[in-house]
């Protein structure tokens, strides 16, 4: 488990800005989406939709 941890970490280290900031303050700090996307400026369903593609594109990575 702390080996996938570690690689999830590196992972989102690797992400653009954006992408990062989504995964960090959504996931792991837990906040909504719905506050997110109003401090990022974005509709809620663009920064779902980003939300997702990026954890498709980190599971992808990850199963490799």
């Not at 999830?8 to 990062?20: A, C």
């Amino acid at each position: 488990d702390k080996i996938l941890i570690e690689e999830i970490m590196k992972e989102i280290n690797l992400m653009d800005p954006e992408e990062k900031k989504i995964i960090i303050e959504n996931i792991i700090e837990e906040k909504s989406l719905r506050k997110l996307a109003k401090e990022m400026k974005l509709p809620l369903m663009t920064l779902h939709g980003k939300k997702m593609k990026i954890l498709k594109k980190l599971k992808d990575k990850i199963n490799r």
